[in-house]
């Protein structure tokens, strides 16, 4: 094994990884939060939703999701939970665009990203919050005097 591969499968490197991948996701998830607020509107979103076989009220709901999922992702805060909590969301934004054909790019936005951010939330509650994280201080803190948490997440 090369020195490059022995670094990046150092437990400090998976702690890294799984930290970048939450606050990409948590990020990902308040930018979707703030459009539907700032820039489609309540509204706006609400009539989307209803064009898509959704009631209008639940785009309270799913704002309120990725609003508070992506502050708990940023924190690191309930991240295995607050991950499986949103890909439920992603399947329901699966359904206007799955006709749309696989790129993203495609007229009306295609599957591939909704896809890769439910593999994503996935594979986040597989590995856990990484570094940096409020989950991390709160194993610390429960922990048995004198030991520590040997797993972050």
């Known amino acids: ?7 990046l499968s ?4 998976r702690d890294v990884g799984a930290t970048v991948l939450r606050v990409a996701l948590g990020a990902v998830f308040l930018a979707h939060a703030g459009a539907k607020a700032f820039i489609f509107t309540f509204a706006g979103t609400a009539q989307f939703f209803e064009a898509h076989g959704f009631p209008g009220w639940t785009a309270w709901p799913v704002f309120f999701a990725e609003l508070l999922g992506g502050l708990a992702l940023v924190a690191g805060f309930r991240t295995r ?4 909590a949103l890909v439920p ?4 934004a699966l359904k206007p665009h ?7 790019t495609s007229a009306g936005g295609g ?5 890769f951010l439910i593999f994503a939330l996935v594979t986040q509650a597989l590995i856990g919050s990484g570094a940096f994280a409020l989950d991390g ?3 610390r803190r ?4 004198g030991r520590t948490a040997s797993v972050v997440g």
Not at 10 to 13: D, E, G, L
Not at 81 to 84: E, G, I, R, W
Not at 89 to 92: A, R, T
């Open 1 to 7: 094994m090369s020195r490059l591969e022995s670094s």
């Open 10 to 13: 150092s437990p400090f490197a």
């Open 81 to 84: 939970l607050v991950a499986l």
């Open 89 to 92: 969301v992603m399947i329901g």
């Open 98 to 104: 799955i006709g749309n054909g696989w790129m993203f």
């Open 111 to 115: 599957w591939e990203y909704v896809a």
């Open 137 to 139: 201080a709160r194993e």
């Open 142 to 145: 429960s922990a048995p005097s």
